[in-house]
C-alpha cells in the first residue's frame, strides 16, 4: 500500500492511510489475528457475519422493490 506525501503534509497522508486501511479491512483483519481464537468462537462469528450480510441483502432488495422506505441520507 502507497500513499504519497504532498507538501510535508503528513496529517493529511496519515488521514489517507487509515481510510486505505479501514476500507481494506486491514484493522478488522489485524483484531482478529490479535488474540487466539477458539473453532467454536470462529463459526459462531462467522455465522453471524453471514446473517447479517443476508440481512442487509434482503433490506436493499425490499427498498429497491418499493417494499421499505429508503434510509434518509444526512
Do not use: C, W
Not at 446473517?51 to 434518509?72: A, C, F, I, S, Y
Amino acid at each position: 500500500m502507497q500513499i504519497i506525501v504532498r507538501d510535508n503534509n503528513i496529517d493529511q497522508a496519515l488521514k489517507a492511510l487509515k481510510k486505505k486501511m479501514q476500507r481494506e479491512g486491514i484493522f478488522r483483519e489485524m483484531k482478529l489475528r490479535g488474540a487466539y481464537e477458539k473453532p467454536s468462537e470462529k463459526r459462531t462469528r462467522e455465522r453471524a457475519e453471514a446473517v447479517r450480510r443476508h440481512r442487509k441483502l434482503l433490506r436493499k432488495r425490499m427498498q429497491r422493490d418499493g417494499l421499505l422506505p429508503l434510509p434518509e441520507r444526512r
